[in-house]
């Protein structure tokens, strides 16, 4: 018995030690990741360590962290096996980040100013209730029957979708939440969170203080071919600029996120290795060097810190809304905007309104009708920031929708032909999702 019982801590032994060194390489990046997603989920969404651990950090390799929150300082940590222990801090306003071991906490630090503009007015120009609406050619049973049919049935835990909004001509016509979720809870965004940052520079655009056309974008670009750059080959992904989208191993984007305390700089320091207009590369980087453009246009970094609000976030009402900062006070444009359903929804319905915010043109037109339109080499399936299906990649949906796209399925489909904005939040991507058949359902309630 003794020697059964000796073997098999033998063999328990062995495999940890198996797990650590094949993975050691990523642990700075999955401790990275599950203390930052826990601090976020705990501390800015209100959820529990548990649930936290149960459903957003349950998946591989994340789910071999092993994590811990402490409620009087506002972090959250983690390890795997013990190694490799990371922490990350909430501070309010900014949202949590990453730190390190030189982080002195009692560095002081800007935070934006916010103006809660939310009232009784009835949803979505306000958070009041919506008047009874009701249209005589939506199909209210099919519609609540494809609304069930994105959400697990019979506790079963597959799709797992949290939220689905429906939106026809500014009405809430359908609306469903998973169990512990509801109209007030705040979500990840991940990428979705790119077309904010896209949001931001059509405002400045529309105020006469940039142009797509640009070129000469920073200092460090002046003296080589890299100032040939134009913030549309940026906003396009088409900048030529080397770039490695691989969460799967120690890649730029696993890097910038979890071991950068400038997120600004990582794309910024790229060689251009492609023609800018002709080399179509997704880039968590190119969103974060678009956040140190904006940056730039501002003598201080509190205009910057407040612009973002006043003149987009707060303005349309999305009170719930937070983009967290890296450790430099720098939006994290990316990937790290936190917000209701209902509150990415009406980041749709702004789209949807070709800019116009209930009677105040906040983007341009021609601005929303760039963003829509398909960058060179991308197969009709991106645009400015905001993905589309002008290529066809939804077939049985309509060829003018575009979106807003994030990791693990999140979604705000705007469909200007069906005057509809749909929202879906969940943990899954389209290979557990059907997002075509969803789209189909929805739109085929509506005559």
Sequence with gaps: MKKILKYSLLLVVLAI????????????????????NMS???????????????QDNNFSPINIAEDKINIEDKSATASVYGFMNRKAIYREGLGSVLIFDDFNKGTPFLVPNRTNI??????????????????????YNELQTAVSNAFDKNEEYSIKTRAVVVIYKDQ????????????????????????????????????????????????????????????????????????????????????MLFLNKDMTKTQLEKPLIGEPN??????????????????????????????????LIDKIGMNSMLIETDLTGNYIGSSYGWATPRDWAKFGLLYLHKGNWNGEQLLNESWVNYTATPTNGSNGEYGAHFWLNAGGVYPNAPKDIFSC???????????????????????????????????????????
């Design 118 to 139: 939310s009232t009784d007015i009835p949803y979505p120009y306000g958070n009041g209730e919506q008047k009874d609406t009701v249209f005589s050619n939506v199909n």
């Design 278 to 311: 002709n080399s179509w590369n997704y880039s968590s980087g190119t969103s974060n060097l678009l956040s140190g453009y904006i940056r730039n246009q501002f003598k201080t970094h509190q205009e910057y810190l407040d612009f973002w609000y006043a003149e």
């Design 40 to 54: 976020s989920s705990v501390f800015l969404a209100g959820r529990t360590l548990e649930v936290t651990d149960n």
């Design 17 to 36: 030690i198996y797990v650590v060194y094949t993975n050691y390489p990523r642990l700075n990046i999955i401790s990275g990741y599950s203390a930052k």
């Design 172 to 255: 809430i016509i359908a609306e469903k939440y998973a169990e512990g979720f509801d109209k007030d809870a705040k979500i990840l965004g991940w990428s979705m969170t790119k077309s904010i940052t896209s949001a931001v520079l059509g405002i400045l655009e529309k105020q006469g203080k940039i142009n797509v056309n640009q070129k000469n974008l920073f200092p460090e670009w002046e003296n080589d071919d890299r100032s040939k750059i134009t913030l549309n080959n940026l906003l396009q992904m088409n900048s030529g600029l080397e770039w490695d989208e691989d969460y799967n191993t120690m890649s730029d984007v696993t890097k």
């Design 405 to 447: 796209n994030g990791y693990q399925g999140q979604r705000v489909f705007i469909i200007p032909s069906k005057e509809m904005v749909i929202v879906r939040m969940g943990l899954t991507e389209d290979s557990s999702f059907n997002f075509d058949a969803f789209l189909k359902e929805m739109i085929s309630a509506i005559n």
